[in-house]
């Protein structure tokens, strides 16, 4: 994590810490290589012991049976002496975040609760269509920007996931697809979304990081088109997204003035909307054919009359945008306080919309029943101490008789 990143203050009225807890390292002390880009593995297999040409020649063969084989075997590796696999299994790994549960919807829609080596649960989706496959995929495990509308805005921020636990969710998605060896054609995982669990711009290092494995045309090679990063508006790394990543954005605006939006999107206490829209227009790479998304979900009697739509479509004119919006019906989750508009209410607002030339399709909800549609996503993670981990562990029969 660069100093930038780390230092950043991060906004809200019930700030868990001023950044996350670094995870912590593998109990077996193996270093994993999902995540890592080439020049890393060959750096480490080098500081392991191999000789400078050996450590370059297994990087680029271990690479392509990660991410082209979906290999995570070093004695499936066949273009590695039999003689050597045992070297590298001692000392590295690579692995996938645990499935805890699979779920799936009646729709189709599939939920994956994942679990980090260190214990800490986060979810990933996949949302089936027709013409293509969609992964939502979570960059923190918890987070604190306390979005009132959004399940996990209720939990606390706990860690960061680090590259490997975010490329290791593709991984597992082509895992459950059938989709190795990796290729173009008939995929059904086609596009990927940073709009799981956390803020993608308060984990920029190992987004960032993790996605340029995604786009790498030798490892997961997907488009950069086919990628969106959603943030709530942390408006300084905006610009940086763009220039070091360059996928597709998507802004969780959800409201078109302040007291409404300091209210359901408290990051706005801290960039308002002004802000926000200025980094919009700034955001490089944005053009007609790459529009930004606003996300915008509908509240009923909170952000959805047609003076709302109105001043949106002001504001995505004065600001210059290329942009469409993504109506949200709202899903309900237990506790929330919050009812969706009506969809005749929702029809209007986007007809509105729609007159003034500019894109607003409402999203058709997708795993509702397995709570895995937007604002849904939440686990029973919480920050614990290591020693809390470490009792819990102790306590734990199954744990006991793993190590008898």
């Not at 969809?343 to 007159?355: Q, V």
Request: aromatic share 6%.
């Amino acid at each position: 994590m660069s100093a930038d990143t780390a230092l950043m203050p991060i906004p809200g009225p019930a700030d868990p810490l001023p950044v996350p807890r670094a995870a912590v390292p593998r109990a077996d002390g193996k270093i994993e290589l999902i995540g890592l880009p080439r020049e890393k593995i060959r750096a480490v297999l080098e500081g392991a012991g191999l000789e400078p040409k050996q450590a370059k020649l297994r990087a680029k063969q271990i690479w392509h049976w990660i991410y082209n084989r979906g290999v995570g075997d070093f004695a499936a590796m066949t273009d590695i002496a039999k003689a050597q696999q045992p070297w590298f299994a001692t000392r590295f790994v690579v692995t996938r975040p645990q499935v805890v549960e699979a779920q799936v919807s009646t729709d189709g829609t599939r939920k994956w609760l994942l679990r980090t080596h260190d214990g800490h649960d986060f979810e990933m989706v996949f949302i089936p269509d027709a013409d293509r496959g969609t992964l939502c995929v979570s960059s923190q495990v918890g987070c604190t920007l306390n979005c009132t509308f959004c399940h996990t805005g209720t939990m606390k921020l706990v860690r960061n996931l680090d590259p490997a636990e975010i490329v290791g969710q593709v991984m597992l998605a082509r895992d459950a697809l059938g989709e190795w060896p990796s290729s173009q054609e008939g995929r059904m995982l086609t596009n990927i979304v940073m709009m799981g669990m956390g803020e993608p711009l308060y984990n920029f290092d190992n987004v960032r990081d993790a996605l340029k494995i995604v786009m790498d045309g030798d490892g997961l090679g997907l488009s950069k088109r086919r990628i969106t990063l959603s943030t709530s508006g942390v408006v300084p790394m905006m610009a940086r997204a763009g220039e070091e990543i360059g996928v597709n954005l998507a802004v969780s605006l959800h409201a078109v003035t302040k007291e409404v939006r300091d209210e359901i999107v408290p990051i706005n206490r801290k960039y308002g909307i002004e802000q926000l829209l200025q980094a919009c227009a700034d955001y490089p790479g944005a053009n007609n054919a790459r529009r930004i998304t606003f996300e915008y979900v509908m509240l009923k009697d909170k952000n959805d009359s047609d003076e709302d739509a109105r001043e949106l479509v002001r504001l995505i004119r004065a600001y210059d945008l290329p942009a469409k919006v993504n109506l949200i019906p709202f899903n309900p989750w237990e506790g929330s306080t919050y009812l969706c508009s009506t969809p005749e209410r929702i029809r209007s607002f986007s007809s509105i919309i729609f007159a003034a030339g500019i894109s607003a399709p409402v999203r058709t909800p997708r795993g509702r029943d397995i709570d895995a549609a937007c604002g849904q996503l939440k686990t029973t993670a919480e920050k614990k101490s290591r020693a809390e981990l470490d009792r819990e562990a102790a306590a734990d029969p199954v744990c006991d008789e793993a190590a008898t």
